[in-house]
């Protein structure tokens, strides 16, 4: 293994990605301010898919964004 930094990405985000990562934060955000405790089992169903879906989002976004990354899986 070498001391070598991968290149920088090639140019800023596009808007999608922004708004794709404004959702992640906002879907984080609503998840953080709920009170777990007080979720029915489909409510927290309904919060753990969510953040699930803008995980896989978000890494789909890195790998985007440094395609000469292997692949995050």
Same mark, same amino acid.
Not at 24 to 29: F, I, Q
């Given at each position: 293994?070498?001391?070598?930094?991968?290149?920088?990405?090639?140019?800023?985000?596009?808007?999608?990605?922004?708004?794709?990562?404004?959702?992640?934060?906002?879907?984080? $955000?609503?998840? =953080?301010?709920?009170?777990?405790?007080? /979720? #029915?089992?489909?409510?927290?169903? @309904?919060?753990? $898919?969510?953040? =699930?879906?803008?995980?896989?989002?978000? /890494? #789909?976004?890195?790998?985007?964004? @440094?395609?000469?990354?292997?692949?995050?899986?």
């Amino acid at each position: 293994m070498t001391n070598e930094q991968p290149p920088p990405p090639t140019g800023p985000l596009t808007p999608m990605q922004h708004t794709r990562i404004d959702f992640a934060r906002r879907d984080l $955000e609503y998840a =953080r301010s709920e009170d777990l405790a007080q /979720l #029915d089992a489909a409510g927290l169903i @309904l919060i753990v $898919e969510r953040l =699930r879906h803008r995980l896989g989002d978000i /890494l #789909d976004l890195v790998e985007e964004v @440094l395609p000469s990354q292997p692949p995050i899986r």
